[in-house]
Antibody, heavy 124, light 112 residues
Framework: QVQLVESGGGVVQPGRALRLSCAAS????????MHWVRQAPGKGLEWVTV????????HYADSVKGRFTISRDNSKNTLFLQMNSLRVEDTAIYYC?????????????????WGQGTLVTVSS | DIVMTQTPLSLSVTPGQPASISCKSS???????????LYWYLQKPGQPPQLLIY???NRFSGVPDRFSGSGSQTDFTLRVSRVEAEDVGVYYC?????????FGQGTRLEIK
């Protein structure tokens, strides 16, 4: 079955960088777009970014545009989120999630399977 | 951005009784392909969200048939026909017709 395992979270000072990873298994990784969604402590869900199945297309929330970069290594079935210039308000659990559409074109319909998440805490 | 508004924000339900959650979007979620991109998720305590319903009314794999979704354009409803103890958690609607995908505030369901 679909398995997504995030890693790389931790405590980091404001202005510093962190790189999250998401190891995927149980499905053909290179045919699915992938998302990152975050959840601040005690708050709701916030969509962050998505990348196409081949890595050639992406979209970002305005709150992270220019600071975060999504990428993937299809040879290693791994999704990444490079987070630069971190702010206190970036503190959250970061979930990677698979898009429900699996195909050869750039088309995103919404996340179906989610990982357990990794906690990022930005604090001085 | 499309704003998703859920009501109520919390509800307390006796086991075996029905529950209903409303979700309204600030724009139509009907896409040119004829599909409406409205999703429902449940986040149980201490767990990641899990997909319940996609494209308004389609139950995701393994979701019990006591969960159903309905609606069109901008007004949507999630119904639980007979609430069970395992249904507690926070329910979110989400639109995926436009970027950024946006979620409702969440509706917390508890058992009486």
């Amino acid at each position: 079955q679909v398995q997504l395992v995030e890693s790389g979270g931790g405590v980091v000072q404001p202005g510093r960088a962190l790189r999250l990873s998401c190891a995927a298994s149980g499905f053909t990784f290179n045919t699915y777009a992938m998302h990152w969604v975050r959840q601040a402590p005690g708050k709701g869900l916030e969509w962050v970014t998505v990348i196409s199945h081949d890595g050639n297309n992406n979209h970002y929330a305005d709150s992270v545009k220019g600071r975060f970069t999504i990428s993937r290594d299809n040879s290693k079935n791994t999704l990444f989120l490079q987070m630069n210039s971190l702010r206190v308000e970036d503190t959250a659990i970061y979930y990677c999630a698979r898009d429900r559409y699996g195909g050869s074109r750039w088309f995103v319909v919404g996340a179906d399977s989610w990982g357990q998440g990794t906690l990022v805490t930005v604090s001085s | 951005d499309i704003v998703m508004t859920q009501t109520p924000l919390s509800l307390s339900v006796t086991p075996g009784q029905p529950a209903s959650i409303s979700c309204k979007s600030s724009q139509s979620l009907l896409y040119s392909d004829g599909k409406t991109y409205l999703y429902w998720y449940l986040q149980k305590p201490g767990q990641p969200p899990q997909l319940l319903i996609y494209e308004v009314s389609n139950r995701f794999s393994g979701v019990p048939d006591r969960f159903s979704g309905s609606g069109s354009q901008t007004d949507f409803t999630l119904r639980v026909s007979r609430v069970e103890a395992e249904d507690v958690g926070v329910y979110y609607c989400m639109q995926s017709i436009h970027f950024p995908h946006t979620f409702g505030q969440g509706t917390r369901l508890e058992i009486k």
